[in-house]
C-alpha cells in the first residue's frame, strides 16, 4: 500500500470527476427473483454488524482500531500467506499497548488456526466500513440480479465466488510481499460487473453524472462499465498516482475473469430481449 502525494491526488479527484458515473437502476428485466443476491448483500451487512468498531461501544480508539486490525488478519486473504499458503508468524492480536509515543498495537503470534486458502472465502464477506459496504452492494444488487438470472442461482454463486478468487490470487502474485490483508468484496463484484458487459452490453442504465451536478441519464451499460474498468486499471498500472488504500489490481482481475466467463455464457446460450 503506497499513499498518493497531493499531486497525485488532485489529479485522480479531477479525473474521477470527469469520467466517472454512478450507476442507481438499470433497465433490464428479470425471469426470477435474485435469491442468491439478495442473500450475499443480507451476508455482507450481517458481518459488517458483527466486525469490530463498526457499532457504537464501550471500547476506546485505540482499542477499536487494534481489534479491526486482528479481525482484517483472522478473515481477510493476505497476499504473502497465499503465495506461500501457511498463514505469518506474526499479526495483530488485537490487544494494546501503551508506549512512549501512546497506545499501539500488540504484535504476536495468531491465537487461532487460519487456512489461507479458505480466507479468500472469508475475506470476500469483510469491508473496511460502511462506505466500502454500501458501494459494493450497489454495484452487485444493480447489475448481479442479471447476471444470477442468466446463469441459475448455484453456476452464479460459483461463478461469483471464483471471480473473488481470482482477483485476490491475481493481486497476491504480483505483490507476493504484502502482508497487508485484502478484504471485500470488490474483486468478486467486478467478475460480475465484467460477467454483465458481456451478456448485456447494450442495456441501459440510469446513472448520476457527478461533472453535469449529477444529473441522471440513461447511459448503455457499456460505456458505464467500460469507464469504471478503465478507471481501475488506470490506478492499477499507476496512471493517476497509485490506488492509495484500495487493491484495484484484484478488480481487473476479477473483472477480466468474469468478462471472460460471460463471453463464453454468451457464445453457448440464447440472449434474452433487453429494454433499450
Known amino acids: 500500500m503506497h499513499p498518493m502525494d497531493a499531486t497525485a491526488g488532485t489529479r485522480a479527484v479531477i479525473w474521477q470527476a470527469l469520467v466517472m458515473v454512478i450507476p442507481v437502476h438499470d433497465l433490464n428485466p428479470l425471469r426470477r427473483t435474485p435469491w442468491v443476491t439478495y442473500a450475499l448483500v443480507a451476508i455482507n451487512v450481517v458481518v459488517l454488524l458483527l466486525t469490530p468498531g463498526m457499532l457504537p461501544g464501550s471500547l476506546g480508539p485505540a482499542a477499536t482500531v487494534c481489534r479491526q486490525q486482528a479481525f482484517d488478519y483472522q478473515y481477510g486473504a493476505v497476499p504473502r500467506e497465499l503465495v506461500k499458503d501457511r498463514p505469518l508468524r506474526e499479526v495483530v492480536t488485537g490487544q494494546v499497548a501503551l508506549t512512549a509515543r ?3 498495537c500488540v504484535v504476536g503470534h495468531p491465537g487461532y488456526h487460519k487456512k489461507p486458502v479458505l480466507s479468500v472465502l472469508t475475506a470476500m464477506f469483510v469491508h473496511a466500513g460502511w462506505l466500502h459496504l454500501l458501494g459494493n452492494m450497489l454495484f452487485l444488487l444493480i447489475f448481479g440480479n442479471n447476471v444470477e438470472d442468466r446463469f441459475r442461482k448455484l453456476p452464479y454463486l460459483i461463478f461469483y465466488v471464483a471471480c473473488g478468487y481470482a482477483a485476490a490470487y491475481g493481486f497476491a502474485f504480483l505483490h507476493p510481499g504484502s502482508v497487508v490483508p485484502l478484504v471485500g468484496a470488490s474483486g468478486a463484484i467486478a467478475g460480475v460487473l465484467g460477467a454483465y458487459l458481456a451478456l448485456y ?14 444529473i441522471p441519464l440513461r447511459i448503455p451499460a457499456w460505456i458505464v462499465l467500460g469507464l469504471w474498468f478503465v478507471l481501475q486499471w488506470l490506478y492499477a ?28 455464457v454468451r457464445a453457448f446460450s440464447s440472449q434474452p430481449a433487453v429494454s433499450a
Not at 248 to 262: E, K, N, Q, R, S
Open 102 to 104: 501512546g497506545p499501539a
Open 237 to 264: 498500472v499507476g496512471g493517476l498516482g497509485g490506488g492509495g488504500a484500495v487493491a484495484y489490481v484484484a478488480h481487473v482481475f476479477g473483472f477480466l475473469a468474469g468478462l471472460l466467463v460471460g463471453l463464453v
Open 201 to 214: 452490453p447494450r442495456a441501459r442504465v440510469w446513472s448520476l453524472v457527478p461533472f453535469l451536478f449529477f
